[in-house]
């Protein structure tokens, strides 16, 4: 089974100007566009999204939604979660990437549930979330260049 998950990445200003524009924009038709940006350390803009929020946020919200089915499914009942998750950087021979992405979330549960089994399934969750199976996917590259 195969799905695809398209989406528009729209940018425009001059690289020559100094500082050039670093604010972008996610859409796709119905849904709510997210407003991007570099992170601030990088000359972006503090109120948007910069990238590696957005991927952080991306694997904490599909670790969330795959535990989620995990406890439905064991009937274990979780009435709230909040994730302080955080995308760490690392610089390694002048090449940076997110080395590490920190979840932390409080899971509150139901009295007389089992912490360990929350643990549990919060651990299994990793390996079912698509997103976190996806860190290392393959990266295809097929740009176009027009002039003007």
């Known amino acids: 089974m195969s799905h695809s998950f398209p989406l528009l990445v729209r940018w425009s200003g001059d690289t020559l ?3 050039y524009n670093r604010e972008a924009e996610i859409s796709n038709p119905g849904h709510v566009s997210i407003p991007m940006s570099s992170a601030p350390s990088y000359g972006g803009d503090p109120t948007r999204w910069n990238p590696e929020n957005v991927l952080a946020g991306a694997l904490a919200t599909c670790h969330l939604l795959t535990f989620l089915s995990l406890a439905s499914k064991v009937r274990i009942q979780v009435t709230a979660y909040e994730d302080h ?3 760490v950087l690392e610089t390694v021979d002048k090449i940076s990437r997110v080395g590490e992405i920190r979840l932390r979330p409080i899971i509150r549960v139901a009295k007389g549930t089992s912490a ?3 643990v549990e399934l919060f651990e299994k969750a990793h390996k ?5 199976n996806s860190i290392t996917s393959k990266v295809v590259m097929e740009p176009r260049v027009v002039e003007g």
Request: charged share 15%.
């Open 17 to 19: 100007v100094t500082p």
């Open 85 to 87: 998750a955080e995308a």
């Open 116 to 118: 360990a089994k929350v």
């Open 128 to 132: 079912y979330c698509i997103v976190a």
